[in-house]
């Protein structure tokens, strides 16, 4: 299926998309992809001579595709216009248990737990190209179509 029209919805851009490929999404739940570039500017000092990704950016990948996607396809499946999503991060609270390197790409997938009063909350997991678990938790936000 081809889920490129949430994709340009995001509220993202360069150097602070962290999607690459929706795998899945439905009404409750969400699957996606993206390969952290080795060149990205948080690698530069985090940390010397061994650069990780840092949780702060593994959370917002968790979020983008766990959360801001799925949220973006229940706005559209209630018939609301999302060309003008506002959205903002209401709790995370992940548990994180490997690395990840710049140049890996990651798997994240999210089960909706409750959708109501725009209120979006997830269990979120990561996975690496073997499907071992790097980090999980929940991640709820807000998330509204605003009028123009």
């Not at 993202?12 to 952290?36: H, R």
């Not at 678990?133 to 509204?144: F, N, Q, S």
């Amino acid at each position: 299926m081809n889920y490129k029209n949430i994709l340009e919805k995001l509220p993202y851009s360069s150097p602070f998309l962290f999607v690459d490929e929706l795998l899945k999404v439905n009404e409750k739940s969400a699957e996606g992809l993206y390969t952290f570039p080795v060149d990205s500017f948080f690698y530069k000092g985090h940390f010397k001579n061994n650069p990780v990704t840092p949780g702060v950016i593994l959370t917002e990948c968790m979020a983008q595709i766990g959360v801001v996607c799925l949220g973006i396809f229940l706005l559209e499946n209630e018939k609301n216009d999302s060309q003008n999503i506002k959205l903002a991060l209401s709790s995370s609270e992940i548990d994180f248990y490997l690395p990840v390197f710049p140049g890996e790409t990651v798997k994240v997938v999210s089960e909706k737990l409750f959708y109501r009063f725009n209120k979006l909350k997830c269990e979120v997991r990561m996975y690496d190209k073997t499907d071992k678990l790097i980090c999980r938790g929940k991640i709820a936000g807000m998330i509204k179509n605003e009028s123009v």
